[in-house]
């Protein structure tokens, strides 16, 4: 049976570049904080504890890491000390120890395991995950020999044979949980910068007659993010994952560069989607619908053979269930659209719940805020709200009934019933061509006082 595993992630990263008041590692990629990528990766591997080391204060970063456990690095002193801080919440594990860097989130699963599972196989003291960089210039090389990883040499250190090495360091690493403990309590600070290296591991374990590994990976993976260009570049990475992904699960995308996904959005087959759409965090979508051009949709769940926008926004707390549609310009916000509802024009329906085939016109309005809370407007099913309606929240349409155009709802319409809430119409014969003379005088006389 195998012993196992534990992860460690390295969160501590002060992210100065980023220049903003947000933690680094919580800045978004995909719609998530980046370090939930790597934790989302890490539980991928079915570990048996997740720790998180962070810097003193960091609660939100801690926060992020729940239900896992978080410990505190008290002193940014470098990467093996933030490893060492980590051991009193891996007491009594033996298996394999994965560390990983939270400002790393494009490594992937697969490559995670890639190095747990080589691990395993050779009984290494430790493994590292390398690269062949296309510029090695600010990398730490991996110096191989006979096909066993001798150290790791900094940048800065190499000599001139050293630094024509292209393998270099991702940072990921993974150590024998039973050797853990002294590798890292071997580790000294004596370099410039007075730090404890984690990569100073492999040539303590190879001097002791450990053995130490090396797996190749994917370069695109190992980018770090440290600034918001950085940021940036990740960002599309991600994306281009994520389309890709959604297209080989029957995804349509009439043009997937322009089609912003989150990284927990999800579609069943045969989802169409137009051009400049964007998903936010919590969305799934059922079977044909289609989501039309210049959508913005985020915390929603979507039913089969539903057909939103173009230009329609689906803000979070919303369900819209089979064959609803949501037209051009409609908004809807924590509303539940049953079956076969309809809203095709120019509608604003937040904290609402509209019932089964109700139709919403063009230009409604449910009034939910009044200032000081926000109240529900509830429409029965088989119900008709008139064009240009405003219903004033608290209310309730009651099943099979009418709104006629232009009203204002302010009480409850009973089923079945026809409810009117406008001023009545006058029309005064003939009067229109004087009205319209009197109006392009005042126009004109206007004109003439300004330019005097």
Not at 26 to 48: C, Y
Not at 247 to 272: I, K, Y
Not at 339 to 364: E, F, Q, V, W
Request: charged share 25%; proline share 5%; net charge positive.
């Amino acid at each position: 049976m195998k012993a196992p595993l534990a992860v460690v992630v390295l969160a501590a990263g002060a992210g100065t570049r980023m220049k903003s008041a947000l933690p680094k590692v919580l800045h978004p990629l995909a719609g998530w904080p980046m370090v939930r990528h790597v934790i989302e990766n890490a539980k991928r591997l079915k570990p048996a504890r997740i720790v998180g080391v962070v810097a003193p204060g960091a609660d939100a970063v801690a926060g992020a890491f729940a239900p896992h456990p978080t410990v505190v690095q008290k002193q940014a002193l470098g990467t093996a000390h933030a490893a060492r801080a980590a051991l009193p919440a891996l007491k009594g594990h033996r298996g394999p120890v994965l560390v990983v860097f939270a400002d790393a989130p494009l490594v992937t699963a697969a490559s995670l395991k890639k190095l747990v599972d080589a691990c395993r196989r050779a009984r290494a003291a430790v493994g590292v995950l390398g690269f062949t960089a296309s510029d090695p210039t600010p990398y730490g090389r991996l110096i191989v020999k006979d096909g066993k990883l001798e150290r790791i040499v900094e940048s800065r250190d190499c000599d001139a044979e050293q630094r024509k090495v292209t393998f270099c360091n991702s940072g990921v690493m993974c150590i024998d949980g039973a050797q853990i403990e002294r590798l890292l309590g071997a580790i000294r600070n004596n370099n410039v910068k007075k730090e404890f290296y984690l990569t100073d591991a492999v040539a303590i374990a190879r001097a002791t007659g450990r053995a130490a590994i090396a797996v190749a990976g994917d370069e695109a993976e190992f980018q770090g993010v440290n600034s918001r260009a950085e940021l940036a570049v990740a960002e599309k990475v991600m994306q281009g994952r994520l389309r890709a992904q959604a297209l080989a699960d029957g995804v349509l995308m009439t043009d997937p560069e322009t089609v912003w996904l989150a990284a927990d959005t999800r579609f069943a087959a045969d989802v169409s989607i137009g051009p400049c759409v964007r998903f936010g965090p919590g969305v799934s979508i059922g079977e044909g619908s289609e989501i039309k051009a210049f959508c913005d949709v985020e915390g929603v769940r979507i039913g089969r053979g539903v057909l939103v926008g173009p230009f329609a926004r689906i803000r979070p707390g919303s369900v819209v269930a089979d064959k609803v549609h949501i037209g051009n310009f409609v908004e809807l916000k924590a509303t539940r659209m049953a079956r076969g509802a309809k809203a095709n024009h120019l509608a604003y329906l937040g904290d609402s719940d509209i019932g089964a085939a109700s139709n919403i016109g063009a230009g409604t309005i449910a009034v939910n805020y009044d200032g000081y809370g926000k109240w529900r407007t509830v429409v029965g099913p088989d119900a008709f709200v008139g064009s240009n309606s405003s219903l004033i929240a608290p209310v309730t349409i009651g099943r099979g009934a009418n709104v006629t155009a232009g009203s204002v709802i302010t009480e409850d319409v009973p089923v079945g019933a026809i409810a009117f809430g406008r001023a009545r119409q006058v029309t005064k014969k003939g009067r229109a061509t004087a009205l319209r003379a009197k109006l392009k005088d005042r126009a004109a006389e206007a004109k003439r006082a300004k330019k005097r």
